[in-house]
């Protein structure tokens, strides 16, 4: 079984930046696909970033690309989210996800994904 933890979350300012972290435990990382997607009061869960096993593939939301930069220590099993120039409609609860299948390419959609964390949040104030 897969726990994966959030963190870093906090309550910043408009232009600020912030970096979350994703943690594993029960399987080593190393060989999967990680995602992160947020979702904010009253709307649904959206993607934010993916990264391939071995970091060589990226994807993001159009919304946050030239801001938000994924990155991950498979050494430590663990997923960054490093977030720069942050505006108000960032601010969501952000979740870490792990899909199923092995070596798979930057998945984007939440039926790729398996495993969630309980997620940590994220307020940019004004």
């Known amino acids: 079984q897969v726990q994966v933890v959030e963190s870093g979350g906090g309550l910043v300012q408009a232009g600020d930046s912030l970096r979350i972290s994703c943690a594993a435990s029960g399987r080593t990382l190393r060989y999967y696909t990680m995602g992160w997607f947020r979702q904010a009061p009253g709307k649904e869960r959206e993607f934010v970033a993916s990264?391939?096993?071995?970091?060589?593939?990226?994807r993001y939301a159009d919304s946050v690309k030239g801001r938000f930069t994924i990155s991950r220590d498979n050494a430590k099993n663990t997923v960054y989210l490093q977030m720069i120039s942050l505006k108000p409609e960032d601010t969501a609860v952000y979740y870490c996800?792990?899909?199923?299948?092995?070596?798979?390419?930057?998945?984007?959609?939440?039926?790729?994904?398996?495993?969630w964390g309980q997620g940590t949040q994220v307020t940019v104030s004004s």
């Open positions: 996800a792990v899909p199923k299948t092995w070596y798979g390419g930057t998945y984007y959609k939440i039926e790729d994904y398996d495993y």
């Open positions: 990264i391939t096993w071995n970091g060589g593939s990226t």
